[in-house]
């Protein structure tokens, strides 16, 4: 089936794919190392494997290993890029941490977006260890694994910033960090062999909404006390300058709502709470009771209400089917979709598509996000829908409407130069986005053979004035399709894009068991090829082929089933690639009768 | 099969599929319109009917009719969305013309870029008039038109900015414009009813690289005469102040490849033979002999260079294969893959997968074009790879390598100002782009009354005082794949979309013809559903099930195969959706034996 094989191959970027299935691993790594050899460093020395988000933006998940102690740093999701079709989320490999169960003392989350905290019910599975983050982070956590019929690990706590764990030779403490989502923090790890630094996500806001500015003092006084390694985030290390403050989102946002005379509807994402307190703020101010649409969107401000995150009174919210008894100009709806999501409320609602609520001219609709890479069509589209629909319509780079959360440049320049570390590892990024944020470190004075660039699954090690990559981990993609984890691989997903580019034609002649005659058939069949109606004449032509084909090999007294599938293989794939320069996939079956 | 019917429905955007094979039309019009009623306007009438371009980017192309005449303005194709699996181009529906064919008088090219001149071949198929064109773009026709083994129509011809074409009751008068190919041109349309200006792409660029300028002096005049209707380029409405000269990125070229101590790559678009010339200039300034590597860069460099675009030299060119002979100080490759296209030459480069040139550390990659929207991840993608290969890469907007072809907000004005038009059609842009440019020419006084925003099919009539949209004639999409024009329209899609989502798996049962009675079967083959050696209990299952629908059904005395088949598929996409939350394509194939 045009190359198709029964092997293991390595996916795109070159790690590796798994497969999970009811809790056992099965793993085709493209290293066959020993993993245990690897996994216990020796004394004095401190092993950083990322299993995610190296080389990569999502899935964010990494080990720190000392002796016989493992701590792991978030556990992320990722979604699919387009050449996963019909994959709802892809998991980070965690095999070689399922295989030292026994060592791992603790999950430390530095937030609570999907792509550090979204793998963890399928990590639970596996593995129990106490889980420690901020209170928003755990309520999120706990969220997820209520839809997983799961509950929190013993010993699992929400912290806050100056908080200690210990865990086996490893004392986590956390520190505020600013980012897109309320609580964000870093970890100063300290361990026998010297102190890491682990930024989490993070840019500096020096007026945030929430008044809890990043721990400057602590970082610069952790510096000065020395630290062996920082890894920190490079999202961002491509884009010079500096990230403004949410705040300026705010002022924005109050103005065009202070300005609109009909409904509003505001899409964000949902876990941006710091964004959707300064909406309903002006919501508040301007005389606007606020609806809350989309699954995800009234699940977090939900639990944000509840957490007090978003304090404010009750008559302040609605239910959405209180919209049609309000005035136009006293209607906010904050609503998800800014990501142009086709089964999302926003893009329902811009093609008359969803059931309680339909754009109307009139309506301002602000898209207070950025398109994540891979999204930008979607979120176009979304965009003339609304316009098509009469809305007037907020959106991209230029309208002042969103600020990222991660850091950029001077930012990182900063970090770097509060920390001042012994060596450097940047994570959090595109192969690029590492490259960029290494040459920064250079920038800034360190000695470029103490910056290390590496990939999921690379083993750092670290002795107090050394560091280097001393070998590989199995790492890679456990891809979910519906209730799936892990059945679909490298062949599913080859016989997905080979379907999906040129269809399939099912052949089926029906043998006489006992002679090896043809008795019925040959039977076309196909889907996905050709509008049939159209193409009769070529079906009837690729026919008479095999026919012909099944007549040779029967006048040969060739009878063996693979030669006979293969040959009809062959015939119809040469007559079809000369007739329409298509390879559909071709799936000769023959019943025995 | 999950809602798939036999019906035609639109694509998405509103617009509707046709079918063309074998010349044959066979029109599935969302609206019923008479179209012959509609084609011939009232003395004093003159029509605009955009088929393509409007509400979208890509595809480019017009008619303006005036009693028995028709002219067409461009004959674009556009490349296939990610929801066209397979595909390879996209045409525009020109049954309308097809119609009226006895009344087209020609085709007027306004440049010789895809999007306006791809769709030439496939319009000649069925309607045989003179084209005009630019030197290049007619030279770029013709290489397109060599491919398909076509020649250009009799009476056909290239002309240059002042001349002026008479048909029928249309003349057509050529005038230059700046955009990112040589030789643009904008048309002054006169007709019985008013001139008509149609900007085609452009920019103003005051310091071009051929010296070449916009004529802003004949715009000023034809304004100063009177414009009925002004016609222009929306792409970049969306962008406030000015698009930079192509000398600026001129400049930039120049201080990296005079800074590049190894080999230097270039990529960019084939058409932007500017940029071409300016790379080739540095790269001769600098002691560097340039080699092109990739199809359509060779055959546009090649063309250019014959019709003098490309004056330097013989020894400024080398074949690839010289390279090997030469050091790295002394090599410059221009090249294609600057969209991360994954069969192109930079991106095969970049993954050591070209079969004469590979990536290595030192040498030096400048992408320079920016990313086509849909096309950002294959960008980064290869930007990733050549970071890997130990490349330094120049990318992205903020790298000054790069400069729009088409006119930002500053821009539009300043022709808005010029022409004076007394009514206005925004073209050429998605619906957002064509909003903005409405809201631009409100912006500097026009009456919004005669400003008009409409889409592909749309029939704007105009007579001197008044414009409107009085109806629609069929438009949309005709695909492209492999040998196939049209013969893959909504259904195959469909399935094409279902199948790389979630597979497909086929039931095949042997039926006695006489008693229908199951003699073999029911045996079920999968693919693109689950990695089958994992998941055999579940098709075994699966199997079981479908044996129980059919023994009921045997028992039932109901053997009508469509009831046969449907019981199948019911009974098995329950099954499998509960099991597995997937929607497979089921396809119960009876057989009888």
Same mark, same amino acid.
């Not at 950025?370 to 319509?393: C, F, H, M, Q, S």
């Given at each position: ?17 798994? %497969? ?13 190392? *020993? ?9 004095? #020395? ?35 890029? *387009? ?25 430390? $989350? ?36 209520? =839809?997983?019929?799961?509950? /929190? ?6 912290? #806050? ?15 505020? +960090?600013?980012?897109? %989502? ?41 510096? !000065? =006390?020395?630290? $062996?390694?920082? /890894? ?42 710091? !964004?959707?307190?300064?909406?309903? *703020? ?11 649409? @989309? ?7 939900? #639990? ?26 006293? %209607? ?7 990501? @142009? ?77 509060? +920390? ?8 959090? @990024? ?108 070529? $079906? ?19 009878? =063996? ?16 690639? *000369? ?7 071709? /799936?000769?079956? %023959?019943? =025995?009768?």
């Amino acid at each position: 089936m045009n190359g198709r094989g029964r092997r293991w191959g390595c996916v795109k970027g070159g790690r590796c794919t798994r %497969i999970v299935r009811g809790g056992t691993f099965h793993a085709f790594a493209r290293h066959n190392l *020993e993993v245990g050899t690897l996994a216990r460093p020796g004394p004095g #020395k401190l092993q950083f494997i990322p299993l995610g988000g190296l080389g990569e933006i999502g899935k964010n998940i990494a080990a720190l290993v000392y002796g016989n102690d493992i701590i792991v740093i978030d556990c992320g999701l990722a979604f699919p890029e *387009e050449d996963m079709p019909g994959i709802d989320l892809v998991l980070p490999d965690i095999g070689y941490l399922v295989e030292h169960r026994d060592r791992v003392r603790g999950v430390f $989350l530095t937030h609570g977006h999907e792509d550090h905290i979204g793998g963890i019910p399928y990590f639970l599975r596996q593995i129990q260890v106490p889980i420690y983050g901020s209170r928003l982070a755990m309520g999120l956590v706990e969220l997820k694994l209520q =839809e997983h019929q799961l509950t /929190l690990p013993e010993r699992s706590r929400a912290v #806050k910033p100056g908080d200690v764990v210990h865990a086996g030779s490893f004392t986590v403490e956390f520190f505020r +960090v600013n980012h897109s %989502i309320p609580d964000a923090m870093g970890l100063i790890i300290r361990t026998p062999v010297g102190t890491v630094v682990h930024t989490g996500d993070f840019k500096f806001d020096y007026t945030p909404v929430d008044g809890n500015v990043a721990d400057l003092a602590t970082l610069a006084a952790v510096g !000065r =006390e020395g630290v $062996l390694l920082l /890894l920190a985030d490079s999202t961002n290390a491509e884009r010079p300058g500096f990230t403004p403050s949410e705040k300026t989102v705010g002022e924005t946002l109050e103005r065009i709502i202070a300005g609109a005379e009909g409904r509003v509807l505001v899409a964000s994402f949902a876990s941006q709470i710091h !964004r959707i307190r300064q909406v309903v *703020e002006s919501a508040v101010r301007h005389g606007r009771r606020v609806a809350v649409v @989309g699954r995800s969107m009234e699940n977090v401000v939900q #639990k944000a209400i509840e957490l007090g995150y978003l304090d404010f009174p009750p008559g302040t919210w609605m239910d959405v089917d209180e919209i049609v008894r309000l005035p136009a100009h006293r %209607i906010l709806i904050l609503t998800t979709g800014s990501q @142009g999501e086709p089964m999302s409320a926003l893009t329902r609602m811009s093609t008359a598509d969803h059931k309680k609520v339909e754009i109307l001219p009139g309506d301002t609709v602000i898209i207070s996000a950025t398109a994540i890479p891979g999204n930008e069509k979607n979120v176009a589209r979304t965009v003339d829908n609304l316009y098509r629909r009469g809305a007037k319509v907020f959106y991209g780079p230029q309208a002042g409407i969103h600020v990222s959360g991660h850091a950029c440049q001077e930012e990182l320049k900063l970090m770097l130069t509060l +920390v001042r570390p012994r060596f450097f590892i940047p994570v959090h @990024g595109e192969y690029r986005h590492l490259v960029h944020h290494a040459n920064l470190a250079k920038a800034v004075g360190m000695d470029p053979s103490h910056v290390l660039i590496g990939e999921n699954g690379a083993v750092f090690e670290l002795t107090r004035d050394s560091a280097a990559i001393v070998g590989e981990v199995p790492s890679g993609k456990v891809l979910v399709d519906g209730f799936g984890v892990g059945d679909v691989g490298n062949i599913v997903l080859r016989d997905r894009k080979q379907l999906s580019n040129d269809g399939i034609l099912i052949v089926v002649v029906g043998m006489d068991g006992q002679s090896g005659l043809v008795v019925s058939g040959p039977d076309i069949v196909s889907r996905g090829f050709v509008y049939v109606r159209e193409s009769e004449g070529l $079906l009837d032509e690729a026919r008479q082929r095999v026919k012909h084909t099944l007549a040779t090999l029967e006048a040969d007294n060739l009878s =063996e089933w693979s030669m006979i599938k293969s040959a009809v293989r062959d015939t119809l794939g040469h007559f079809l690639w *000369e007739k329409t320069k298509r390879r559909p996939m071709i /799936l000769p079956i %023959i019943m =025995e009768v």
